[in-house]
């Protein structure tokens, strides 16, 4: 059983930046492929990015291209998601999953709990 803790959500204003992180316990770390997800209130989710188990391949959405940084360090179980000048558009609760790289939801098996991110204007 693999389990997966996301933290590091919260306000922020528009421009700003936050760092999510994602812990994950119970297997092989580096196993994993790792991906971020977001969701808005009424929408479907949506893949923002994704890394592999090495760290050597990483993926983004377009949207996020050129903002948001996904990193893991192995030595802590841990994957990163850097994400700069941040817009209102990227208000939603943000998932970290693992399982396969791909940027869709249903391929993956294990999910955390979410953490908000709200950006103001």
């Known amino acids: 059983q693999v389990q997966l803790v996301e933290s590091g959500g919260g306000l922020v204003q528009a421009g700003g930046s936050l760092r999510l992180s994602c812990a994950l316990s119970?297997?092989?770390?580096?196993?994993?492929?790792v991906g971020w997800f977001r969701q808005a209130p009424g929408k479907e989710r949506w893949f923002v990015a994704a890394?592999?188990?090495?760290?050597?391949?990483?993926y983004y959405a377009d949207s996020v291209k050129g903002r948001f940084t996904i990193s893991r360090d192995n030595a802590k179980n841990t994957v990163y998601l850097q994400m700069n000048s941040l817009k209102p558009e990227d208000t939603a609760v943000y998932y970290c999953?693992?399982?396969?790289?791909?940027?869709?939801?249903?391929?993956?098996?294990?999910w955390g709990q979410g953490t908000q991110v709200t950006v103001s204007s």
């Open positions: 999953a693992a399982d396969e790289v791909s940027r869709v939801p249903d391929d993956y098996d294990y």
């Open positions: 119970g297997r092989t770390f580096s196993s994993y492929a």
């Open positions: 890394i592999s188990g090495s760290g050597s391949s990483t």
